[in-house]
């Protein structure tokens, strides 16, 4: 039997429940999760009453395990590898993906919904085509992708989500060039790993943001070279301060607040570069000048997805450059769980003072 954690409907609390999975089908493979971090996306599923999706539905979207079963046509992996499970796979066919633009594929592959809660039979919704807050998922063999044996399970399942969301978006969504200077604003897991993903990138600058200063702390562990606390003052006026009165080539805000974008804009230099991480809730409005702020300043404002990644190649090249010390992965797992906690951690994700907490089954 598998279980799972289950949101049921709108204001319920989270169960783990038994789940009966359906063998995988054609292009499908069938994972035994090992290890699935705690994201605030799910959190953030809760806190809409389902994000728009179909109820019941299967939690998790952040796992790693080892491939159990795969269906007809599967050529990609076998039973026993160790995999990553991707919430992302360009599709090749949409029309971002027909002008070579993968990174902004607006159609994922994904298999068929294949569990149902076994007390009344009923289809899941999995969180972003993943659930593997569950002990068994099926997916698109797209979203099983390989990781080097040597990387433990806790970590490798935070580049499902987290890690490679911040790295990502430093990487690959909008490129921090060598030598540039770049501000993040929110330093929880997300942040942190733009701060890792831009120190990988060759920033020169990384200013971290945040008011809380432990967590300005661990930035400056992690690659950030100046730290700025939200409290001390106002948090542009700060990093203007700090860059010359020039601003930052890059801005991340890795908060879902529409306050992080707005500084995230107000601390660009000429030309630079504002981009969004965090999932804002409905109804945020920016509150920045279109002329003093953005057209005069030329600042492009981006969005990015999940680090906008195409999991079959960045997450194996993540992969490596912790295996090689180039990222300091160890250091985002603070704490491990059980399968059973996770109703219990989840509402408390962001208070907790975690920076991953993971759930190893
Ligand atoms: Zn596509
Ligand atoms: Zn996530």
């Given at each position: 039997m598998t279980r799972g954690i289950v949101y049921a409907e709108p204001g319920a609390t989270l169960t783990l429940e038994e789940i009966v999975v359906d063998p995988p089908g054609p292009r499908e493979v069938q994972v035994r999760v090992h290890a699935c971090g705690l994201c605030h996306s799910d959190l953030h599923v809760v806190e809409t009453g389902g994000w728009g999706m179909r109820f019941p539905i299967l939690l998790g979207h952040e796992g790693a395990g080892i491939v159990e079963e795969v269906g007809a046509e599967v050529t990609g992996v076998a039973p026993g590898d160790r995999v990553v499970v991707a919430w992302r796979a360009p599709c090749g066919e949409c029309p971002q993906c027909r002008r070579g633009d993968p990174r902004r594929c607006s159609s994922q592959l994904r298999a068929k919904r294949r569990l149902h809660r076994a007390a009344d039979d009923a289809l899941l919704t999995p969180v972003l085509r993943c659930g593997s807050f569950a002990e068994r998922v099926v997916v698109h063999e797209a979203c099983a992708v390989p990781i080097p044996e040597e990387l433990?399970?806790?970590?490798?399942?935070?580049?499902?989500?987290?890690?490679?969301?911040?790295?990502?978006?430093?990487?690959?969504?909008?490129?921090?060039?060598?030598?540039?200077?770049?501000?993040?604003?929110?330093?929880?897991?997300?942040?942190?790993?733009?701060?890792?993903?831009?120190?990988?990138?060759?920033?020169?600058?990384?200013?971290?943001?945040?008011?809380?200063?432990?967590?300005?702390?661990?930035?400056?562990?992690?690659?950030?070279?100046?730290?700025?606390?939200?409290?001390?003052?106002?948090?542009?006026?700060?990093?203007?301060?700090?860059?010359?009165?020039?601003?930052?080539?890059?801005?991340?805000?890795?908060?879902?607040?529409?306050?992080?974008?707005?500084?995230?804009?107000?601390?660009?230099?000429?030309?630079?570069?504002?981009?969004?991480?965090?999932?804002?809730?409905?109804?945020?409005?920016?509150?920045?000048?279109?002329?003093?702020?953005?057209?005069?300043?030329?600042?492009?404002?981006?969005?990015?997805?999940?680090?906008?990644?195409?999991?079959?190649?960045?997450?194996?090249?993540?992969?490596?450059?912790?295996?090689?010390?180039?990222?300091?992965?160890?250091?985002?797992?603070?704490?491990?769980?059980?399968?059973?906690?996770?109703?219990?951690?989840?509402?408390?994700?962001?208070?907790?003072?975690?920076?991953?907490?993971?759930?190893?089954?």
């Open positions: 433990p399970f806790e970590q490798a399942c935070l580049l499902a989500c987290g890690f490679s969301t911040g790295a990502g978006a430093a990487l690959w969504a909008t490129p921090v060039r060598e030598g540039s200077t770049v501000a993040v604003i929110g330093c929880g897991g997300v942040g942190l790993a733009v701060v890792q993903g831009a120190r990988l990138a060759g920033a020169e600058r990384i200013v971290a943001v945040d008011v809380a200063p432990e967590k300005l702390a661990v930035a400056e562990e992690l690659g950030a070279t100046d730290a700025v606390d939200g409290t001390a003052g106002d948090a542009v006026d700060q990093v203007r301060e700090l860059t010359g009165g020039v601003g930052v080539d890059f801005a991340f805000s890795a908060i879902g607040a529409p306050v992080g974008l707005d500084q995230a804009v107000r601390m660009c230099a000429y030309a630079g570069t504002a981009t969004l991480v965090g999932i804002p809730l409905p109804d945020s409005r920016l509150g920045v000048d279109l002329d003093s702020e953005i057209f005069g300043p030329k600042v492009a404002i981006a969005v990015t997805h999940g680090g906008d990644t195409i999991p079959q190649q960045d997450f194996p090249f993540l992969a490596q450059a912790a295996l090689d010390g180039k990222l300091d992965l160890a250091r985002f797992v603070s704490s491990t769980c059980s399968l059973e906690d996770v109703p219990e951690r989840l509402p408390r994700i962001g208070r907790d003072g975690e920076i991953r907490a993971v759930a190893v089954f």
